[in-house]
């Protein structure tokens, strides 16, 4: 019994074993049976790419389903992928394409990454496909012809990567298509007809390409579906086709911006029932305008400026109701405005300055629109000022200076709360300014000078605390100046310079810290200078000449260190110049005509002061011709007063600290000279990997580009690295930038490689530098770029051996730089800094077309308004902008003040700092104090470039003063400035239009030629 016991026992355990066994071995064929194929398909998907910040981080090979995956969509009916969307991840590597195995997937979205590497043309067999997004990428390669294969393609958008060649014919044979985005790209050939095929096309943008000069195609007359088009900057010649006519479902915008398009607007597409938008903007369109437009019935933007219109403005545009934006500026329209466009119940932007516009503004505008925007400066307008354009509570900017306005500035802009801008000068009008414009908070520039104004400068001025230049000069103003005027704590800029102004000057001005330009000659001010001036820390311009002012000059003077013009000339001062004014680096030194004595201080004994002591007959000076020479007794006065250390002893002691510095700093060079081995990098064998990324076509390897690593291909050496000329062997001339690598390994050290690469690396633009390719090893890192024979702009300038540029070659530089910093601030997404502005870094190809580069200390904009610190970097002497000193910040201010530093190097052909200017001096505060005399606007342009381009380089000159203002508010956006270099074009120069009359106030458009 026993023994059948233990048989039975056996049994059931051996039956036990066999039963786990089978289920064990069983378990992994269920499980693998419920997983999704699906899985699979994308599990490879993200293991081809590198996510870096862990967006993917849910995609697990162990779910069932990757429905709930980041990115995955599914039909929720039969739980199976119909979408991927992995936009805005950050990821790098090769375009992943195989997908085409998730038999529902109808969209697919990689854009705004780091994606590189040709089309993947494996992504031509997704037929299914209906929106495939690629854009923003780092794509380098043609267009494939074979996208015709994707027949249910209804959206393509390859915007934003590097595509170059032609525009295949396989994208005219796309049935369904009704979006497609080929812009900021590559494409060099011209835009083909046969994108006229695609006849349900909605949304065609082509813009920002580097096109071959090409006509616009009459073909695309044919897409009758289309609702929108783009096509600014894409090299356009010709004439707009009459084709267009027949677009009559155009609802969007239709923008042929910045070509060359010619001949005159044909009068069909001023007859589109849906149009919103016509953007036809700087192109050289000539003849009238049509005037047949009643079919416009939903227009709302009409943009012609920047052309060469001529004719008068339509009075059809005044029967438009819907129109809200009408730029017609700088043209050369004619005649009398619209008085319909006062009737206008939308329109609210409303410029049309620098034409030759004449007649009266009707006192109807206002009535029905709300303006934000009135500008009809530069022209030959009459009458009185209308009333009522800030009627409707919304005007910020009244522009109307350089006319022949007369009246009196109705009271109704007293009540004008939201306006920020108020530039009325150079008119004739008279009487007194409207109460509430003293005491508005929001205004931030009046500019009323050269009026006929009059009457007394309200109290209320102190509540205007955003206030930042108040400019009076020749009117009628009369009475003190108010105590109240030293609660502006923003205010830059103070010209009340030509009226009748008396009293004392207030000590109250002295709280006025950031002050820049005080200007009050030519008034009735009497009593002593009060030293509190010396408070205003940041004064580089005090001007209180033709005054009847006495007592003393104040010694508290010397104590503003940035002055640079003091004319202090034609009042009654009395006593000596104190010692003290000396050590401040003057340009301009004016207290001739006073009842001034003593010694001149020996510092400022200089021969271009020769005439800025006369009228004083108790003055003298030791080699000065205009007046007599001092006597021994009064030598060793001003010898002794203050400056008891200037005798043999102090020169014998300050020899003796020069000769031990010189041996001092000889010692260093000799010293780092013989041990530089351990401060430079080391160099290796070369056997390290090297990895290869690349952002355009190449036809060369990265072996090539190693093997032209010879010192003899070196061509400059910098505090990054070293730059290499190489010619490669298929003809291509490159410059390849070897970086530093860094002594200790710290990778943070990159020496701008990082920054150029994710930088340029999606950049696209023509003034933008090309960045072919960059490689790097564990041990080196190299950047190859297009190579640019003519060099930097620096040295075409500064350069012995550099021949001179005409001025029609600087210009075409200046606005291709411009346009290309533009492109960075305005038209990328994320706008970028460049925060390395300077002429070293604008290149020059064989065209002279300016090439921005260097982008090692780019930044992209966190948030608009907010500066990006940046208090390691030195930044390069005379390009810093003034508030980079206290707020160790930049904002796309910083790139405009540098920029404005370059094109006063193109005006002048000074270097940014030079000895001329002094010490503490540079190229701006030199050419701010030559404009102070009669003859300096003349004085600060390139000798070299003759006399016949002097009114064309003062326009320039005029951006380079708004670009370098001081306040950063104060200087306009590059999209500004684009558009006031395109003013300055020498074509559109009226000839013996003498622009710049009146005072020469740096810093405003007021610039004297004589």
């Known amino acids: 019994m026993s023994r059948l016991k233990d048989k039975d026992w056996n049994f059931v355990v051996s039956l036990l074993v066999l039963i786990q066994l089978i289920i064990l071995v069983g378990l992994v064929p269920l499980n693998k049976a419920v997983a999704s194929p699906e899985v699979k398909i994308l599990m490879e998907l993200k293991n081809s790419v590198q996510d870096p910040n862990g967006f ?106 590097n595509f170059s060649g032609s525009i295949p014919p396989g994208f005219g044979d796309l049935p369904l298509l009704e979006s497609l985005n080929l812009t900021n790209n590559l494409l060099n050939d011209t835009i083909p007809g046969h994108l006229g095929k695609l006849s349900n096309l909605q949304w065609l943008d082509l813009a920002y390409n580097p096109f071959a000069p090409g006509v616009l195609p009459e073909e695309l007359g044919n897409l009758s579906q289309l609702l929108n088009i783009h096509m600014a900057m894409a090299n356009l010649i010709g004439p707009i086709p009459s084709s267009f006519g027949k677009l009559a479902q155009l609802t969007y915008f239709m923008d042929l911006s910045f070509n060359n398009l010619q001949g005159s607007i044909p009068s069909g597409i001023l007859q589109l029932p849906k149009l919103l938008k016509m953007e036809l903007y700087s192109n050289n369109l000539s003849g009238h305008i049509p005037r047949d437009m009643k079919n416009l019935l939903a227009i709302t933007d009409i943009d012609l400026s920047n052309n060469s219109l001529s004719g008068s403005i339509p009075d059809e545009i005044g029967k438009l109701q819907t129109l809200e934006l009408l730029h017609l500026w700088s043209n050369q329209l004619g005649g009398d405005i619209p008085p319909g466009l006062a009737d206008l119940p939308k329109l609210s932007r409303l410029r049309l300055f620098d034409n030759n516009l004449s007649g009266e503004l009707s006192h109807s505008f206002g009535n029905k629109a709300s303006f934000t925007y009135f500008d009809v400066s530069r022209n030959s307008l009459s009458g009185a000022v209308p009333p009522n354009i800030c009627r409707g509570g919304m005007l910020e900017q009244f522009i109307l200076f350089k006319n022949n306005f007369s009246g009196e500035l109705p009271e109704t802009y007293g009540n004008c709360s939201s306006l920020y801008r108020l530039l009325l000068n150079a008119n004739n009008l008279v009487g007194r300014i409207p109460a509430g414009i003293w005491n508005s908070v929001r205004l931030y520039i009046v500019d009323l000078s050269n009026n006929n104004f009059q009457g007394a400068i309200s109290p209320d001025i102190g509540l205007a605390t955003n206030l930042t230049a108040l400019i009076l000069s020749n009117n009628r103003f009369n009475g003190t100046i108010p105590a109240e005027i030293g609660n502006l704590p923003m205010l830059n800029k103070l010209l009340l310079s030509h009226n009748l102004l008396s009293g004392s000057i207030l000590p109250q001005l002295g709280n006025l810290s950031g002050l820049n330009v005080l200007s009050l000659s030519e008034n009735q001010f009497s009593g002593q200078i009060p030293p509190e001036i010396s408070k205003c820390y940041q004064l580089s311009q005090l001007n209180l000449s033709r005054n009847s002012l006495t007592g003393s000059i104040p010694s508290a003077l010397g104590n503003l260190t940035a002055l640079t013009d003091l004319d202090l000339s034609e009042n009654n001062l009395s006593g000596e110049i104190p010692v003290q004014l000396e050590i401040l680096r003057f340009s301009i030194f004016n207290v001739s005509f006073n009842n001034l004595s003593g010694a001149v201080p020996s510092g400022l004994i200089n021969g271009v002061f020769n005439t800025s002591f006369i009228g004083n007959s108790h003055l003298c000076a030791q080699g000065l011709q205009s007046i007599k020479p001092c006597s021994a007794a009064a030598v060793d006065s001003s010898t002794n007063d203050g400056r008891k250390g200037t005798g043999p002893l102090a020169w014998a002691v300050g020899g003796t600290f020069a000769a031990a510095a010189l041996i001092l700093f000889v010692g260093s060079c000799l010293f780092f000279r013989k041990y530089k081995a351990y401060f430079n990098m080391k160099e290796r064998d070369g056997k390290a990997l090297w990895s290869l990324t690349s952002f355009h076509k190449l036809g060369f390897s990265e072996h090539e580009v190693l093997s032209s690593l010879d010192e003899y291909n070196l061509i400059g050496t910098g505090g990054a690295g070293k730059v290499y000329k190489a010619t490669l062997s298929n003809g291509q001339e490159v410059a390849i930038k070897k970086l530093w690598t860094d002594a200790k390994g710290d990778k943070k050290h990159d020496y701008g490689f990082n920054a150029e690469v994710e930088t340029l690396g999606k950049l696209r633009h023509k003034n933008i530098v090309k960045l072919l390719c960059s490689c790097s090893s564990q041990d080196a890192k190299l950047l190859v770029y297009d190579y640019m024979p003519n060099g930097s702009l620096g040295d075409q300038l500064h350069s012995p051996k550099a021949s001179t540029l005409s001025w029609a070659t600087r210009y075409k530089i200046a606005l291709g730089a411009a346009e290309g910093l533009a492109y960075l601030h305005h038209d990328y997404n994320p706008p970028v800094l460049h925060c390395d502005v300077k002429s070293n870094n604008i290149l020059l190809d064989l065209e002279y077309e300016a090439h921005v580069a260097d982008f090692g200390l780019a930044k992209i904009l966190q948030t608009c308004g907010k500066g990006v610190s940046l208090s390691s970097i030195a930044g390069t002497c005379g390009y810093i902008a003034p508030e980079f000193a206290y707020t160790m910040k930049v904002n796309e201010k910083s790139d405009i003040y540098s920029f404005g530093v370059v094109l006063m190097e193109l005006v002048t052909g000074k270097m940014p700092v030079e000895l001329e200017f002094g010490d503490g001096v540079d190229i701006v505060g030199w050419v701010c104090a030559k404009l102070q005399t009669n003859d300096g606007v003349l004085e600060v342009l390139d000798p070299r470039l003759g006399r016949a381009s002097q009114e064309d380089m003062i326009l320039v000159l005029r951006v380079a003063l708004l670009c370098t203002s001081v306040l950063p508010i104060q200087r306009p956006s590059m999209r500004e400035v684009v558009q006031m270099l395109i003013e300055a074009h020498p074509k559109q120069i009226k000839k013996g239009d003498k622009t710049f009359s009146g005072k020469k106030e740096c810093g405003t458009l007021q610039i004297s030629l004589k």
């Open 56 to 161: 993917l981080f849910n995609w697990r090979e162990t779910d069932e389903t990757p429905c709930r995956w980041t990115g995955v969509i599914c039909d929720p009916a039969i739980k199976l992928v119909t979408a991927i969307d992995l936009s805005n991840m950050n990821l790098y590597g090769l375009v992943p394409s195989l997908i085409c195995d998730l038999q529902n997937l109808t969209s697919y979205n990689v854009g705004n990454n780091y994606l590189g590497g040709s089309f993947p043309v494996k992504l031509l067999d997704c037929t299914k496909l209906e929106y495939l997004n690629l854009s923003q990428n780092l794509i380098v390669s043609e267009l494939p012809d074979g996208i015709s294969r994707l027949r249910s393609l209804k959206s393509l958008d390859l915007c934003g990567n």
